[in-house]
């Protein structure tokens, strides 16, 4: 029994050893996935500063904020920070690195970034151009009302406007600016009773898509009835154009009927002309023949009645000689 006793407190001593390796080796993999992951670069959105944006760019204010952002985190330390931004730059935001050097440090980068492409607005300006925001016809709610709350935001970030008045203006210039009449009626009862901007945003972002099902369920039908239309009306069509065949078939075969008989009609009164010009001909070839004999006959009887006057005067004169 004793020996037992002893195995069971050795077998227990070498569990617990088991057990304190194994948590020894977890922390150590712990502790080495931890540096690792401290040691990775952490990954900007690229930005060019060219008049025209390269593929994947995004503006100077989203960059910055990403900038802002990293420097706040305690797992980012400022070298990883700064080669981040270094490989986040391209094109003229690139160049602009070259004047400043190689060591240049982040603040000295961001100082120069700054100058050259952060928002130069006035107060007056960037109000004016909030007050004047209006929904454009193919922009919904959510792009428009991310749109004018950048625009209050900067005005903000520049010292230009206190946080506290940022509800009220975004609630009001929101819904007032609203394109479709017919979003703003049906959501005039929201804007009188929710004063949260964010939860007004909501509430008529759900009434925008009733509205858009509606008018696609209301297309859908409508194209259908069209196509239904059409179908009825390409029949009928193609029955009119059936009948109309046959009718211009008939008319063809009365045509030719018609167009056959004055043929018919052309060629008998021709022949018949033919006949006629032909007895004309022969009529004059034989008056011609009788009238050339007559002649012939007239000189005869001229020839007789002259030597019968050529007789009696010598006659007479024989007579008067005897006298």
């Given at each position: 029994m004793a020996d037992k006793a002893v195995e069971g407190a050795e077998g227990g001593e070498n569990v617990d050893t088991e057990d304190i390796m194994i948590k020894k080796l977890l922390a150590s993999v712990r502790g080495h996935f931890q540096i690792v992951s401290s040691e990775v670069i952490p990954k900007i959105p690229p930005f060019s500063g060219d008049e025209q944006?390269?593929?994947?760019?995004?503006?100077?204010?989203?960059?910055?904020?990403?900038?802002?952002?990293?420097?706040?985190?305690?797992?980012?330390?400022?070298?990883?920070?700064?080669?981040?931004?270094?490989?986040?730059?391209?094109?003229?935001?690139?160049?602009?690195?070259?004047?400043?050097?190689?060591?240049?440090?982040?603040?000295?980068?961001?100082?120069?970034?700054?100058?050259?492409?952060?928002?130069?607005?006035?107060?007056?300006?960037?109000?004016?151009?909030?007050?004047?925001?209006?929904?454009?016809?193919?922009?919904?709610?959510?792009?428009?009302?991310?749109?004018?709350?950048?625009?209050?935001?900067?005005?903000?970030?520049?010292?230009?406007?206190?946080?506290?008045?940022?509800?009220?203006?975004?609630?009001?210039?929101?819904?007032?600016?609203?394109?479709?009449?017919?979003?703003?009626?049906?959501?005039?009862?929201?804007?009188?009773?929710?004063?949260?901007?964010?939860?007004?945003?909501?509430?008529?972002?759900?009434?925008?898509?009733?509205?858009?099902?509606s008018s696609r369920v209301t297309c859908k039908s409508g194209e259908s009835n069209v196509l239904r239309e059409r179908k009825v009306h390409s029949h009928t069509i193609s029955a009119d154009t059936d009948e109309t065949e046959k009718r211009l078939f008939a008319l063809e075969r009365k045509l030719d009927a018609k167009v056959s008989e004055i043929e018919t009609r052309m060629d008998d009164k021709f022949s018949k002309i033919l006949e006629r010009l032909e007895l004309n001909a022969e009529g004059n070839s034989s008056f011609r023949g009788n009238y050339g004999t007559g002649r012939g006959n007239g000189r005869q009887f001229g020839n007789n009645r002259g030597q019968q006057r050529h007789t009696g005067n010598r006659n007479t004169k024989q007579n008067e000689s005897k006298d």
């Open positions: 944006p390269q593929k994947g760019d995004v503006t100077y204010l989203e960059w910055r904020f990403e900038i802002k952002c990293l420097q706040g985190d305690p797992g980012v330390s400022s070298g990883h920070l700064l080669q981040a931004m270094r490989r986040s730059l391209r094109g003229t935001a690139r160049k602009m690195l070259i004047p400043l050097g190689e060591r240049a440090t982040t603040s000295e980068i961001l100082d120069k970034l700054d100058a050259l492409f952060s928002d130069i607005s006035t107060n007056g300006m960037i109000m004016q151009e909030f007050f004047n925001s209006f929904q454009l016809p193919n922009e919904n709610v959510t792009s428009f009302g991310c749109r004018i709350e950048s625009l209050l935001q900067t005005a903000i970030d520049n010292n230009h406007l206190r946080k506290e008045a940022k509800n009220d203006l975004l609630r009001h210039t929101f819904w007032t600016s609203l394109g479709s009449e017919k979003l703003k009626s049906q959501t005039r009862h929201k804007y009188d009773t929710i004063q949260n901007y964010d939860q007004l945003l909501r509430e008529i972002r759900q009434v925008e898509n009733e509205i858009n099902i």
